[in-house]
């Protein structure tokens, strides 16, 4: 089972809301991360979890912030956006090994609108 | 730092033909793996096959393999026997697996189109 679920499907939220994106897997992975994608664009990397420890911030915006409660879970909470965060927001996970494959898993994606 | 370059915009190909999809990546890392996803237009990134660096059998996963040329940094993805189902964006990426980088680097991608 390479399942990665993420809620809502879409979003649509005003400048001065404040959102959550969730994101789950049960495959024991202990690696997790945020990516954005704009249309026709790769993702770009946001947020890594290891160990539930922030390990990577690629230097983003305080108006996102990501949150791991657990092994298993991790939201990114959302507050003050702009229209230009309006993208996919994608989140994957992987096992991690010291001598073995890495593979990211990827779940369905959020649609992320901003008014 | 890594960089994967996928030159070939968009292609495309006729059903139950073969179409091939290139990349090329540089790094200096002798421990790395690389990796093609999909991304079809309901857009979940899936992973369509990967390759180790260390090793030199060429990958493949059904109608999906790879041509893995390490020292031309070369990492084409060829498709089999096409299928409508194949459309889709196809990503390259490439991951390093030292220290505490678990960053995964991508191509701008190749958009296929399957011509019925």
């Known amino acids: 089972d390479t399942e990665v679920t993420q809620t809502p499907k879409h979003l649509v939220m005003g400048m001065t809301n404040k959102k959550s994106l969730k994101c789950e897997q049960h495959?024991?992975?202990?690696?997790m991360y945020w990516y954005k994608q704009k249309a026709k664009k790769p993702p770009e990397l946001m947020f890594v979890?290891?160990?539930?420890?922030?390990?990577i911030n690629e230097s983003v915006p305080s108006r996102f912030s990501p949150e791991c409660p657990n092994s298993s879970l991790l939201n990114l909470h959302l507050h003050a956006l702009q229209p230009e965060d309006s993208a996919l927001y994608l989140c994957?996970?992987?096992?991690?090994?010291?001598?073995?494959?890495?593979?990211?898993?990827f779940g369905p994606g959020t649609r992320l609108l901003v008014l | 730092a890594q960089t994967v370059t996928q030159s070939q915009p968009e292609m495309s190909v006729q059903e139950a033909e073969t179409v091939t999809l290139s990349c090329t990546y540089d790094?200096?890392?002798?421990?790395?793996?690389l990796f093609w996803y999909k991304q079809p237009p309901s857009r979940q990134m899936i992973l369509v096959i990967r390759?180790?660096?260390?090793?030199?059998q060429n990958a493949t996963e059904n109608r999906f393999s790879v041509n893995f040329q390490k020292a031309a940094k070369s990492f084409s993805l060829k498709i089999s026997d096409s299928q409508l189902g194949d459309a889709a964006m196809y990503f390259c990426?490439?991951?390093?697996?030292?220290?505490?980088?678990?960053?995964?680097?991508f191509g701008k991608g190749t958009l296929l189109t399957v011509n019925p």
């Open positions: 390759q180790e660096a260390y090793k030199q």
């Open positions: 979890y290891s160990y539930e420890k922030l390990s």
């Open positions: 990426a490439c991951f390093y697996s030292g220290g505490s980088n678990y960053k995964l680097t």
């Open positions: 495959m024991g992975h202990r690696a």
């Open positions: 790094t200096s890392e002798s421990d790395y793996y």
């Open positions: 994957a996970s992987s096992q991690l090994y010291t001598d073995s494959q890495e593979t990211q898993y």
